[in-house]
């Protein structure tokens, strides 16, 4: 069935640092792959995409990548900073395009130490 | 706009019992999901509605149900709880045209 596993669970890094997440799907046919931030009691919150049309996406310190043919992306956080310290998920989009099912990865929980 | 509202944000129930919960979308967004949300499971797809119809559901028993009015407010039912009920549950408002999804603050139901 769907999947999508996501790696590392946790992540500690030091403030100014670099942290990357990686995410693997199973459905060749999904399109969509958004990445959520969660802070601790908080609702999760979109904080880039990509579609299946595009193999890079930046802004300002966050990129997303994407690899079709090895069904992988990553997210990539330059220049960490405390407040980026939370929970963050990657999901995965599967057919038909544009609706509401998303499947999601286990979490990585990423602190980031001043 | 308002965002995603949810309620209630808390409740305690006991086995047995059955449960209603409500989210109201984004104004002019018709599609609402449901995700269940544990410890050791993450996020979980339960379905989605979309202009009062169910367009996805999930792999979840029939126990979960839900439905969509006419003005896109939806509500989740759980009937004949168990322990492992016990969750965040949460509510997504769809952006038609790009598929963003956009979360409520949730429902966190406690079973006893």
């Known amino acids: 069935g769907e999947n999508v596993e996501q790696h590392p669970s946790t992540l500690s890094v030091q403030e100014g640092d670099s942290a990357v997440i990686k995410c693997t799907y199973s459905?060749?046919?999904?399109?969509?792959f958004p990445w959520y931030k969660q802070e601790l009691g908080k609702r999760p919150q979109l904080i880039i995409d990509?579609?299946?049309?595009?193999g890079e996406k930046k802004d300002q310190r966050i990129a997303v990548t994407l690899n079709k043919t090895a069904k992988h992306f990553s997210l990539h956080i330059t220049e960490t900073q405390p407040e980026d310290s939370a929970v963050y998920f990657c999901?995965?989009?599967?057919?038909?395009?544009?609706?509401?099912?998303?499947?999601f990865g286990q979490g990585t929980t990423l602190q980031v130490k001043p | 706009k308002a965002g995603v509202t949810q309620t209630p944000r808390y409740l305690i129930k006991t086995r047995g019992q059955q449960v209603t919960l409500s989210c109201s979308p984004i104004s002019g967004h018709r599609s609402v999901s449901w995700y269940q949300q544990t410890p050791g499971q993450g996020l979980q797809f339960l379905f989605e509605?979309?202009?009062?119809?169910?367009?996805n559901k999930g792999n979840f028993p029939g126990r979960f149900s839900g439905r969509q009015f006419s003005n896109s407010r939806s509500e989740m039912n759980v009937s004949t709880l168990e322990l492992g009920d016990s969750a965040l549950y949460l509510c997504?408002?769809?952006?038609?045209?790009?598929?963003?999804?956009?979360f409520g603050e949730g429902s966190r139901l406690t079973v006893l």
């Open positions: 997504a408002s769809g952006e038609q045209n790009t598929g963003e999804l956009f």
């Open positions: 990509i579609r299946s049309n595009v």
């Open positions: 509605y979309f202009s009062e119809t169910q367009r």
């Open positions: 459905d060749s046919a999904s399109n969509y």
């Open positions: 999901a995965a989009s599967p057919p038909p395009s544009n609706t509401g099912k998303l499947i």
